[in-house]
Protein backbone atom coordinates (compact mmCIF):
# COMPACT_ATOMS: atom_id res chain seq x y z
CA UNK A 1 0.00 0.00 0.00
CA UNK A 2 1.42 3.68 -0.75
CA UNK A 3 -0.09 6.85 0.54
CA UNK A 4 0.19 9.60 -2.07
CA UNK A 5 -0.21 13.09 -0.15
CA UNK A 6 -0.39 16.47 -2.27
CA UNK A 7 -0.79 19.89 -1.02
CA UNK A 8 0.56 21.68 2.34
CA UNK A 9 3.30 24.44 1.51
CA UNK A 10 3.68 27.82 2.97
CA UNK A 11 0.82 30.12 4.51
CA UNK A 12 0.32 33.20 6.47
CA UNK A 13 -0.53 32.90 10.07
CA UNK A 14 -4.86 33.12 9.83
CA UNK A 15 -4.78 31.69 6.38
CA UNK A 16 -5.64 28.46 5.40
CA UNK A 17 -4.28 25.19 3.42
CA UNK A 18 -5.92 21.62 2.06
CA UNK A 19 -4.06 18.40 2.58
CA UNK A 20 -5.51 15.21 0.03
CA UNK A 21 -4.08 11.58 0.56
CA UNK A 22 -4.96 8.35 -1.33
CA UNK A 23 -3.79 5.28 -0.48
CA UNK A 24 -2.67 2.98 -4.06
CA UNK A 25 -2.46 -0.92 -4.34
CA UNK A 26 -4.21 -3.91 -3.57
CA UNK A 27 -6.49 -3.07 -0.66
CA UNK A 28 -9.52 -3.20 0.54
CA UNK A 29 -11.22 -0.38 2.54
CA UNK A 30 -8.88 1.08 4.93
CA UNK A 31 -10.18 0.54 8.78
CA UNK A 32 -8.93 4.20 9.53
CA UNK A 33 -7.18 6.92 7.58
CA UNK A 34 -5.99 10.43 9.21
CA UNK A 35 -2.94 12.55 9.51
CA UNK A 36 0.06 13.03 11.70
CA UNK A 37 2.75 15.50 11.66
CA UNK A 38 6.12 16.34 13.26
CA UNK A 39 7.60 19.64 13.70
CA UNK A 40 11.52 20.06 14.15
CA UNK A 41 12.71 19.18 17.27
CA UNK A 42 9.19 17.05 18.51
CA UNK A 43 7.76 13.81 18.49
CA UNK A 44 5.26 12.84 15.99
CA UNK A 45 1.33 13.44 17.14
CA UNK A 46 -1.76 13.23 16.01
CA UNK A 47 -3.89 15.44 13.96
CA UNK A 48 -7.11 13.92 12.76
CA UNK A 49 -8.29 10.63 12.18
CA UNK A 50 -11.69 9.13 10.61
CA UNK A 51 -12.74 5.43 10.43
CA UNK A 52 -14.40 3.55 7.67
CA UNK A 53 -17.78 4.02 10.33
CA UNK A 54 -16.84 7.80 9.88
CA UNK A 55 -15.58 8.29 13.74
CA UNK A 56 -13.72 11.14 13.93
CA UNK A 57 -10.66 12.38 16.17
CA UNK A 58 -8.73 15.07 16.10
CA UNK A 59 -6.54 16.98 18.81
CA UNK A 60 -6.87 19.56 21.15
CA UNK A 61 -4.61 21.79 19.28
CA UNK A 62 -6.05 21.75 15.79
CA UNK A 63 -9.99 21.44 16.90
CA UNK A 64 -12.64 24.13 15.62
CA UNK A 65 -9.87 25.35 13.25
CA UNK A 66 -8.94 21.30 10.85
CA UNK A 67 -11.76 19.30 9.61
CA UNK A 68 -11.22 16.05 8.20
CA UNK A 69 -13.21 14.57 5.47
CA UNK A 70 -12.98 11.19 2.99
CA UNK A 71 -12.45 12.03 -0.46
CA UNK A 72 -14.70 10.64 -3.69
CA UNK A 73 -12.26 8.27 -3.97
CA UNK A 74 -12.40 4.81 -2.26
CA UNK A 75 -9.28 5.32 0.74
CA UNK A 76 -8.63 9.36 -0.25
CA UNK A 77 -8.73 11.63 2.94
CA UNK A 78 -8.50 15.25 2.90
CA UNK A 79 -7.64 17.84 6.14
CA UNK A 80 -8.57 21.16 5.52
CA UNK A 81 -6.52 23.43 7.76
CA UNK A 82 -8.07 27.04 8.87
CA UNK A 83 -7.00 29.82 10.60
CA UNK A 84 -3.34 28.16 10.40
CA UNK A 85 -0.97 29.82 13.10
CA UNK A 86 2.98 29.08 13.22
CA UNK A 87 2.72 26.48 16.09
CA UNK A 88 1.10 24.31 12.65
CA UNK A 89 4.61 24.14 11.61
CA UNK A 90 5.64 20.84 10.99
CA UNK A 91 5.64 17.68 7.99
CA UNK A 92 2.41 16.22 7.76
CA UNK A 93 2.02 13.03 6.92
CA UNK A 94 -0.60 10.52 5.80
CA UNK A 95 -1.68 7.56 8.17
CA UNK A 96 -3.97 4.17 7.17
CA UNK A 97 -4.67 0.74 8.82
CA UNK A 98 -5.76 -2.01 8.34
CA UNK A 99 -4.53 -5.25 9.94
CA UNK A 100 -1.09 -3.11 9.47
CA UNK A 101 0.10 0.54 9.74
CA UNK A 102 1.04 2.59 6.40
CA UNK A 103 2.64 6.09 6.43
CA UNK A 104 3.40 8.66 3.72
CA UNK A 105 6.70 10.22 2.97
CA UNK A 106 5.33 13.19 4.37
CA UNK A 107 4.63 16.99 3.25
CA UNK A 108 5.94 20.49 4.67
CA UNK A 109 3.43 23.09 6.03
CA UNK A 110 4.74 26.23 7.07
CA UNK A 111 3.23 29.41 8.83
CA UNK A 112 4.82 32.37 8.95
CA UNK A 113 3.76 35.26 11.09
Known amino acids: VQLVESGGGLAQAGESLKLSCSASGKIFRLAVMGWYRQAPGKERELVATISHEDEIIYSDSVKGRFAISRGDAENSVHLEMKNLQPEDTAVYYC????????WGQGTQVTVSS
Open 95 to 102: YASRMYEY
